[in-house]
Nanobody, 122 residues
Framework: QVQLVESGGGLVQAGGSLRLSCAASGSIFSRYSIGWFRQAPGKEREFVSRIRWSDSGTYYADSVKGRFTISRDNAKNTVYLQMNSLKPEDTAVYYC???????????????WGQGTQVTVSS
C-alpha cells in the first residue's frame, strides 16, 4: 500500500513561514520523485515544486522561486517544503505526490496525499 501523508499546514500572517512535511512509504521513496502541488478554491491544481529521487535535484514554479525550498530526508522517508515570505495568494490546499517520471504535470503523478490547508492572512 503506497501512502503519502502531508502535515504542517495552518494559518499564518503574510510574511510568515510554514514547513510542510510529506511522509512517504519506503517502497516508493527510493524510486519516485516527489512533487508539491496546490489548489486554491475555484482554481486548477498547480505545480509548486519537485525533488528528484536520483540526485535530489530540485525545480520550482516561478511563483515560489526564492521563497520556497524543497528537501528530503531519506532516513525519515520524508520530503519537506519550507515556505518563507508567504503571501495571501499562497493560500491553498497543498498536496504531495509521487511520480516515476520527470514532470510538472499533475497527470504524471501516480500517488497523492490527502492534502493540508495553508491559509495566509493579509
Amino acid at each position: 500500500q503506497v501512502q503519502l501523508v502531508e502535515s504542517g499546514g495552518g494559518l499564518v500572517q503574510a510574511g510568515g513561514s510554514l514547513r510542510l512535511s510529506c511522509a512517504a512509504s519506503g517502497s516508493i521513496f527510493s524510486r519516485y520523485s516527489i512533487g508539491w502541488f496546490r489548489q486554491a478554491p475555484g482554481k486548477e491544481r498547480e505545480f509548486v515544486s519537485r525533488i528528484r529521487w536520483s540526485d535530489s535535484g530540485t525545480y520550482y514554479a516561478d511563483s515560489v522561486k526564492g521563497r520556497f525550498t524543497i528537501s528530503r530526508d531519506n532516513a525519515k522517508n520524508t520530503v519537506y517544503l519550507q515556505m518563507n515570505s508567504l503571501k495571501p495568494e499562497d493560500t491553498a490546499v497543498y498536496y504531495c505526490a509521487a511520480t516515476n517520471v520527470l514532470s510538472v504535470a499533475a497527470r504524471s503523478y501516480n500517488f497523492w496525499g490527502q492534502g493540508t490547508q495553508v491559509t495566509v492572512s493579509s
